[in-house]
């Protein structure tokens, strides 16, 4: 179950073989993001997961493929019109809820709206959360969760 969190972020989002090709990247509009993100969760289960991501679409309808090191693709999470799915070389899991689904795999929750905010460089509150986004000009977030626990930090780093 945890490491299905190790292929979430993240959350952010999931098809999958440990030695499938990395695909070309598709778009680079405002709806297309790439680069290294890191996941830290502490408390008692404390855990963190650091990968490059590929992450298209909105909090509504999107899909966030995590790569290894390598460009192999680690997993996939994809979600619209009500269904998340992630698929990851532990299987496939799917909620009505694309943040019940990241709670359920991370063990926490992340604030996938305001997340798609922070990557556009504008400011979203979320209690609990704080962002950083003074660097989100050079393509760098940094967002910890101090409440409810468990405490985590999240940092995204862009390609340009």
């Known amino acids: 179950m945890r490491l299905a969190f190790v292929a979430l972020i ?54 966030l493929v995590l790569l290894s090191p390598l460009g192999n693709r680690l997993a996939q999470l994809t979600w619209t019109d009500g269904l998340a799915e992630l698929v990851s070389s532990e299987g496939r899991r799917s909620s009505s809820s694309l943040d019940a689904l990241v709670q359920d795999v991370a063990g926490t929750s992340v604030p996938i709206a305001a997340l798609f905010e922070w990557l556009r460089g504008h400011p979203m509150a979320v209690p609990g959360w704080e962002a950083d986004l003074s660097a989100s000009a050079q393509g760098r977030v940094v967002a910890r969760r101090h409440s409810p626990p468990p405490a985590a930090s999240l940092r995204i780093a862009l390609t340009r």
């Open 10 to 63: 993240a959350m952010l989002s999931l098809v999958v073989s440990g030695c499938a090709s990395r695909a070309p990247a598709v778009g680079t509009g405002a709806d297309f993001w790439s680069g290294r993100l890191a996941l830290q969760v502490e408390g008692r289960d404390a855990q963190s997961f650091s990968a490059l991501f590929e992450l298209r679409g909105d909090d509504q309808r999107g899909e």
